[in-house]
């Protein structure tokens, strides 16, 4: 079945960089595109970006445009997040989710969610 | 860009009871709304896409109605398992992807 497992989350500084990664399987991963999702401590859910099945389009959430940085390596079936200039308010549980339809806007699966903490 | 409000933010309800969960476009998304359900500590996940087709292997139970503005999820009778945050979202004109603030529905 379809799998997404998140990591790389932790605890930061304000101004640090963090790279997530999301590792898929069960589907044909470089035929979909994908999504990262965050959602902050007692908040609800927030779009982030999503690439195109190829990699070569990308889009982004005005809240981390020009900070964040998605990327996706076919070869290995795994989903990238590079996250520079880091904020307090960038704290939350990162999930990648599957377009559910290749390109369609819609996410499905989601993986479990990795947590990023910016704090000094 | 697109605002989605869900209101109430949190529905008591009884095991059994039907379950109606609206959601409001700031403009015309068309059909373009999805529903999901979120629990804590797991993946939230897909339960209906283009306002009415269900996504695979989620129960009869669950359905979406609505066009334009104003959108509904409803959950016939509520089993145990179905209390949770469900959230809306539109795919109109993207990006931006953008989500309802949820609803909680709880045990009464």
């Known amino acids: 079945q379809v799998q997404l497992v998140e990591s790389g989350g932790g605890v930061v500084q304000p101004g640090d960089s963090l790279r997530l990664s999301c590792a898929a399987s069960g589907f044909t991963f470089s035929n979909y595109g994908m999504h990262w999702v965050r959602q902050a401590p007692g908040a609800g859910l927030e779009w982030v970006a999503f690439v195109t099945y190829d990699g070569r389009n990308k889009y982004y959430a005005d809240s981390v445009k020009g900070r964040f940085t998605m990327s996706r390596d076919n070869s290995k079936n795994t989903l990238y997040l590079q996250m520079n200039s880091l904020r307090a308010e960038d704290t939350a549980v990162y999930f990648c989710?599957?377009?559910?339809?290749?390109?369609?806007?819609?996410?499905?699966?989601w993986g479990q969610g990795t947590l990023v903490t910016v704090s000094s | 860009e697109i605002v989605l409000t869900q209101s109430p933010a949190t529905l008591s309800l009884s095991p059994g009871e039907r379950a109606t969960l609206p959601c409001r476009a700031s403009q015309s998304v068309g059909r373009h709304i999805a529903w999901y359900q979120h629990k804590p500590g797991q993946a939230p996940r897909l339960l209906i896409y283009d306002a009415s087709n269900r996504a695979t292997g989620i129960p009869a139970r669950f359905s979406g109605s609505g066009s334009g503005t104003d959108f509904t999820l409803t959950i016939t009778s509520l089993e145990p398992e179905d209390f949770a945050v469900y959230y809306c979202q539109q795919r109109s004109n993207w990006p931006p992807l953008t989500f309802g603030g949820g609803t909680k529905v709880e045990i009464k």
């Open positions: 989710a599957k377009d559910y339809g290749g390109n369609s806007g819609w996410f499905d699966p």
